[in-house]
Each structure stands twice: as C-alpha cells, then as structure tokens.
C-alpha cells in the first residue's frame, strides 16, 4: 500500500475540507447547517494531533477517532469517532492492510456508530451509505474480487444509497424533526461517509 495512515487520513481530510461547504448546506436544509462546519473542524484537529511518522494504523485511528469524539460534536461526532476507533482496535499493531481487514473495519464501524446511534438502515442517516457499501464490499471480495476493485463497487453502493436518503422520511436526529418534510432532502452524514471511502480508494490507488 503507497504511503502511510496519515497520508490516508490526509486526504480523507482534504476530501471533507473541500465539501465544508456543500455538506453545511445539505444539513441546512434538514438539519442546523453545521455538518461540514463540524466535520471540517474536526479533521483539521485530525491532522493537527496524529503523528504523521505514525506507522501503526491502529494506533492512528484510534487518535483520529478520539480526536474527532471531542472535536466535531452534534450527532456526527460521537458516532464518526466511535467508528475510527473501532476501525482503531481491528487494525491494532498492523502497519498494512488486506482485504480481509478492510471488511472487519467496515463491520466493526458500523457496530460500533449502531451501538452509540441505536439506528438502524433506513432511517436516512450515514448507515444508508455505510451499510450497503459494506454488503457489497463483502460480496466482491468473496467473489475473488481485490481490495481497490471492491471498493470501487462499494463507493457505487454508498452513491445509491445517498439517493435512497432523498426518498426516505428521517426518523433519527435532527432532522426527524421535520417528519415528511424531510423527504426530498439528501442526508448529510450519509454524504460524508461517501466522501470519506472515496478518499480511501484514493489512498489505495495511490493518487
Ligand atoms: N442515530 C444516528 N445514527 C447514525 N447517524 C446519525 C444518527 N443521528 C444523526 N446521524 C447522522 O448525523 C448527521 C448530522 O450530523 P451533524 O454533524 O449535523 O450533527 P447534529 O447537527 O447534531 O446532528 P443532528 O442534527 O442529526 O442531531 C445526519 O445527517 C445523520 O447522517
Ligand atoms: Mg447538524
């Protein structure tokens, strides 16, 4: 794998900054237009606080998650954090990554924002992005597909299930609030995490 975590946790980084904007936006309309405000603050503490010659990529994820626990705050930041941390203690001591990891990270970052959240599919959060790109990412692989080829598939699962979030009424967080006003609306977390495996692949692709 090209580079290290920090490079990887870079341009996740660099990836959510550049949407600040559009992301704020998307919450605006459902939510209290803070999402990108939050997620942005939240990786620029990120890379502030992770070493960068840091090679034990759970080590790293376990400092990015912590660090996004006390920094980004709202809904997103608890949830996001207990993720990376999750992702931190599946990839504890290891300096690379295979296939097979990258779907214990998936699974354990989706245990671990459900047991925090309490959601479940559906219910036009982040998971509606998370959790079908790790059906598929799991199928690929069992298929002999390779860690980026599946990916990609994946990422294809997370795009359609931000627009499944248009059609669905939220029934979690803020914008619950809005009932059937909330349908016609993109979710912002669900969003996020797109962008985040987007830049993943990135990283794996070496770009
Ligand atoms: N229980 C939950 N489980 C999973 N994701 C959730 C949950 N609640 C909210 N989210 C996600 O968090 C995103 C909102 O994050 P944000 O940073 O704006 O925090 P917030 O303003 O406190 O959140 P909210 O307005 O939803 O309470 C939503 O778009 C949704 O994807
Ligand atoms: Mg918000």
Known sequence: MPGSIYKCLSLIGERIIANKDYLTELDREIGDSDHGINMAR????????????????????????????????GASGPLYGTAYM???????????IDSQDMKAVFEASIAGIQKRGK??????????????????????ISEGADMIHALDAAIESAHEGVEYTKTIIATKGRAS??????????????????L???????YLKGK
């Not at 990120?46 to 010659?53: A, G, I, S, T």
């Not at 999750?86 to 690379?96: H, R």
């Not at 609030?177 to 797109?194: C, F, K, M, V």
């Open 42 to 73: 939240g990786f620029k503490a990120v890379l502030e606080k992770v070493n960068p010659d840091e090679s034990d990529i759970g080590a790293a994820l376990k400092k990015a998650g912590m660090t996004l626990l006390s920094t980004v705050g």
């Open 86 to 96: 999750e992702a931190g203690k599946i990839l504890a001591g290891k300096t690379e």
């Open 119 to 140: 959601a479940v599919r559906g219910e036009k959060t982040m998971l509606d992005a998370i959790i079908p790109a790790s059906e598929t990412y799991a199928k690929k």
């Open 177 to 194: 609030y809005l009932g059937e006003r909330s349908i016609g609306h993109q979710d912002p977390g669900a969003t996020s995490a797109t």
């Open 196 to 202: 985040m495996l987007e830049a993943i692949c990135d």
